[in-house]
């Protein structure tokens, strides 16, 4: 069985290959009487959007979505929503040279041992161009929770990082990176630009929070939301590693030093922490502290330089891949895993909603 849809309560299926006619998403489980248009869902995926900049891939998809179904008026009916986004700049002929030997790095090789075919036009469905229906799904959740801001930003771009003492939120929609250290941004312009030149790539880390989950999100066992997060986010194409809070650097804490300590604060509002090593998750639910993931992105396996492999009959042969490729993967990953936060979190919030009555804990 081959699995295309995620959540419990909100639940998302994503549907198209990157060299089809279209791809889309149907969204099921949305409460009816939400506004809801167009205009609230192009905005994201124009930040996805590829062929903004010299950074990414040079493929130009105007990625404009068509709700199909399940508004009336400019209002969610409860039904169904089908979004649909045109694929109007495929050029199948750059990967006839790959049509008889795998990839390295790709999903070539496993496709073809699952289905016993594969579709070798850009990956079909292992191509990163699915992901753009992913987040035409995660513009319909931000709807759902209008509490929650969440934001993303790329952490570091192969072993190019930014400096924390220069952190300036405002700056991450001024540059192509997604950065929110303007010095590290002007610096990865040259990583990137010598690194495509080189017909290589890099892999990248992105953090991903959210600020106003109130305390109560999430199950305790088998529905915990960082293991939902966690599995949303390594859902994501060319994501290998996820973190929650400090993830792998709690390991080498103490007891103490890892602890999260609470105060007494304002009457009704919870207590006051003086850290966040969880990540705003406790037991699998929320804390009411902003929830933080950190995710890593492999360089593109997509590259310029011929790279061992072997044939579908098993002949020796080597593969370099042409087309439209981004550099770095992980820099379009930011609204995906954005749109995969927002996902998790309304799906958490109607499941809160379903068991306790309320919105809130």
């Known amino acids: 069985m081959s699995w295309n849809s995620f959540g419990r309560v909100f639940r998302f299926t994503t549907w198209g290959e990157s060299h089809g006619p279209a791809l889309g998403v149907v969204v099921d489980g949305c409460p009816p009487g939400i506004a809801l248009s167009e205009g609230d869902i192009q905005p994201f995926l124009d930040a996805r959007r590829p062929g903004t900049s010299r950074f990414t891939t040079q493929r130009r998809e105007a990625d404009e979505v068509r709700i199909l179904s399940g508004t009336f008026e400019g209002r969610t009916t409860g039904t169904p929503i089908s979004l649909m986004i045109e694929n109007t700049d495929q050029r199948s002929k750059d990967y006839s040279d790959i049509a008889k030997a ?39 959740a931000r709807l759902i929770v209008p509490e929650v801001t969440i934001t993303g930003w790329v952490e570091a771009i192969g072993t190019h990082a930014i400096d924390y003492d220069r952190f300036d939120g405002s700056a991450i929609g001024d540059n192509p990176f997604f950065c929110p250290d303007p010095q590290a941004a002007r610096e990865w312009e040259g990583v990137i630009d010598e690194t495509r030149k080189a017909g290589s790539s890099l892999g990248a880390t992105v953090v991903v929070e959210a600020t106003g989950v109130p305390a109560g999100w999430g199950a305790p066992v088998y529905a915990k939301l960082d293991a939902e997060l966690a599995s949303a986010m390594m859902g994501i194409n060319a994501v290998k590693g996820v973190e929650i809070g400090d993830g792998f650097d709690a390991a080498r804490l103490s007891g103490e030093a890892n602890a999260d300590p609470m105060r007494p604060g304002v009457a009704g509002e919870g207590p006051d922490f003086a850290a966040n090593h969880a990540g705003g998750i406790a037991g699998g639910i929320s804390t009411g502290q902003p929830v933080r993931t950190r995710i890593a992105f492999k360089p593109t396996s997509s590259i310029l330089t011929p790279v061992d492999s072997v044939t579908r009959t098993g002949e020796a042969a080597q593969v370099r891949t042409k087309g439209r490729h981004d550099p770095c993967v992980g820099i379009r990953g930011v609204p995906v895993a954005e749109a995969m936060m927002a996902l998790v979190l309304a799906d958490q919030k109607l499941l809160h909603r379903a068991q306790c009555g309320r919105d809130e804990a």
């Open 102 to 140: 795998y990839r390295p790095g790709h999903a070539d090789y496993a496709y073809d041992a699952k289905y016993g075919l594969r579709d070798y036009r850009g990956g079909g469905r292992s191509s990163a161009r699915e992901t753009a229906a992913r987040v035409a799904a995660g513009a319909v």
